[in-house]
């Protein structure tokens, strides 16, 4: 598989990689991050789940216990769209150092806030990915928690993370697949019936299927693509990985050495 870090990137803009009107979105919210009952419960609902598949995937990956107290020891991550940090924590406590970046600086303010209140040091800066790729910086693990859905141009912003990835390290992402089935729960149940989210959080043109986002994968150059889906129980409230990748789903993606 061709490396593809030594390939041109993608003309940056707001027009590819980065959407104005989303960060603005996101931005009037940013005090509301981790408030477990607010604009971002479902955030926190789907934090456990995350973290699990986040946690066993890297320590698969590089060959570790998942089960002692910090299995991601020294190991660098890059959490791409980072929000208030409620990936970012949890992570740095399992030993990860991590930088988180969101291009929202209110967004990241809240971040610095709740990580200095809560005794932990992470890298939290207000930039976008294109630029640590011009400072020639690289990761262990690059995650993509419920970002892709977000970006105009998917295959130029994976091509960017691939830039990211020092070889043989792992990307991590999350996101919807473009369904009716989606469209009906993800947009008109989570955000008009049950205002679980702010309307206008989704917009499902942007949503992305498994062999879409496989290809784009590939095309960034990476392999060892395994995608798994992420489903909502509503009479427990809780979420679970499982076969049906119709709305949620997982996948991870290791850059050759």
């Not at 030993?95 to 971040?111: N, S």
């Not at 917009?203 to 986002?213: A, I």
Request: one cysteine or more.
């Amino acid at each position: 598989m061709t490396d593809l870090q030594a390939e041109p990137l993608p003309e940056k803009g707001p027009d590819n990689t980065l959407d104005p009107e989303e960060i603005e979105r996101f931005s009037r919210i940013a005090d509301e991050w981790w408030d477990p009952l607010g604009k971002f419960r479902p955030l926190h609902q789907l934090n456990p789940v995350r973290l699990r598949f986040i946690r066993d995937e890297i320590c698969r990956h590089y060959n570790r216990d998942s089960q002692a107290a910090r299995p991601l020891e020294g190991l660098e991550l890059l959490d791409i769209g980072c929000g208030g940090g409620l990936l970012c924590e949890p992570l740095a406590r399992l030993g990860a150092r991590v930088t988180g970046i969101d291009p929202a600086q209110k967004t990241i303010a809240a971040a610095r806030a709740h990580a200095a209140e809560m005794g932990l040091e992470i890298d939290y800066r207000a930039t976008r990915a294109e630029q640590l790729v011009e400072a020639g910086e690289q990761f262990d693990i690059v995650v993509n928690m419920e970002v892709i859905e977000h970006v105009p141009d998917v295959p130029a912003f994976l091509k960017i993370c691939s830039a990211l990835l020092k070889p043989g390290a792992l990307m991590l992402a999350s996101t919807l697949n473009r369904t009716m089935k989606s469209y009906g729960l993800a947009i008109i149940g989570a955000e008009y019936i049950m205002r679980w989210l702010p309307t206008g959080t989704h917009q499902w043109q942007r949503f992305v299927t498994p062999n879409e986002l496989e290809k784009a994968l590939l095309d960034a150059g990476l392999a060892d693509i395994a995608m798994t889906g992420m489903s909502y129980n509503p009479l427990t409230g809780r979420w679970h990985t499982g076969p049906d990748m119709d709305v949620n789903y997982l996948a991870s993606a290791g850059k050759p050495a």
